[in-house]
Each structure stands twice: as C-alpha cells, then as structure tokens.
C-alpha cells in the first residue's frame, strides 16, 4: 500500500472518527492543513480550505465550544448533534477517499460513519456520567479533552497515518466492549428529555 493511499485512508477514517467527537472541529483541522500546505486534500475536500468555510466552522465551533462546557446543557447539545455528527463523518470520509475511487469511497463512508456513531456514543454517553458530579470542573475539563483529542488525532493521521490507523483499531476494540455501557449512559439524557426521570 502506497504512502499517499496510507494518507488518504488514515484522513477518511479520522475524519468520521473525529465528526462524532466534534464535526466543526475536524472542519477547521483539515481546512486548516489544506491551507497551510501540510496536506493536499482530494479535490471534493479542498473547499474545506475556503476562508468562508473556515470562518462558519470556527463560528460554530465557537457555540459548541460554550455549550459544550455547561453541565446539562452539553447534554442537550450531544443529543441534538446526533443528527450533525454521523453525516458529517459519512461526508468527510467519502470525500477523503473519494481519490481511491468509487467503491474505497463508499467504504469509507460506511466506516467513517460508523465511526461517527461510534465516537458519538462514546462522547455522550461519557459525559451523561461525567454530569453526575455536582460541581463544573470535570465537565470542563472532559470538554477541553475531547477538544484537544480531535485536534491531535487528525494531526496525527495527517503527519503520522500508520500510528494513527494503529491507535485508531485499538480504539475501535475498546469501543466495542465498552458501547453496551457507553449506550445506556448515552440514552439517560434522551431519556431526562421524554420525562423518564420524573415517571422512575
């Protein structure tokens, strides 16, 4: 396998990995790289370089960014992007492999929206708990940490794709075990929604 079909690969993978944790996020990443030289995305990804792009993804970044570090409301916030999350990783998958041609394009994009769905859960259902504890730190900082998760795994993916790809299936076995756990603490916030707290 070639170094740029390795790229390629390792940026479609990261890039649904990544939009279930924060989809503007991996917006900005590889826009941003786009822009800065440090990768040549395939042409349907390079309007991701566009300042007008850029600047609505930092934008919206910006309201994540906030909502995201109040207790409650974060839950709310993942519960609404649920619809946000998984597309943009089908999107952003499909159009990283899109290069590799038309059937490594709809892999990827059954992948990358799988992971999308996957991380999606992880992240709501983590923080359903995290928003156990009373006081605020902890879900900032939990917050902060997905944040930064996402930039330095799509840097990774784009600098180093071998060791990203190898993280990237250590985290997939993970998940697995753990999505059982992971799916109920992420339903508790659909759940507070529907009134379930007050029927218990």
């Known amino acids: ?3 740029d079909t ?7 993978l990261g890039a649904g990995w990544a939009s279930g944790l924060n989809p503007y996020a991996a917006v900005l990443v590889l826009g ?10 395939p ?10 792009v850029l600047s ?3 934008l919206l970044f910006a309201l994540n960014f906030l909502a995201d570090k109040i207790p409650v409301v974060d839950s709310l916030n993942d519960v609404l992007h649920t619809f946000v999350r998984v597309p ?10 899109d290069q590799l041609g038309p059937e490594a394009a709809v892999v990827a994009a059954l992948l990358g929206g799988t992971l999308a769905a996957g991380t999606h859960v992880a992240k709501t259902g983590s923080r359903a708990l995290v928003n156990t504890s009373p006081e605020p ?35 997939v076995v993970g998940l697995v075990w753990l999505l059982p756990k992971l799916l109920r603490l992420a339903l508790l916030p659909m759940r507070w929604l529907l009134g379930g707290r007050s029927r218990g």
């Open 6 to 12: 390795l790229l390629a690969l390792a940026v479609a």
């Open 56 to 58: 609505v993804a930092a």
């Open 32 to 41: 941003s790289a786009q822009r800065l030289g440090l990768v040549t995305l």
């Open 43 to 52: 042409p349907d990804l390079q309007a991701l370089g566009s300042p007008w």
């Open 88 to 97: 943009v990783g089908v999107l952003l998958a499909y159009g990283a492999a």
């Open 137 to 171: 730190f902890s879900n900032i900082a939990a917050s902060l940490g997905t944040d930064g998760l996402v930039f330095g795994g799509l840097a990774l993916a784009i600098l180093h794709p071998v060791a990203f790809l190898c993280l990237l299936a250590a985290f």
């Open 1 to 3: 396998m070639s170094g």
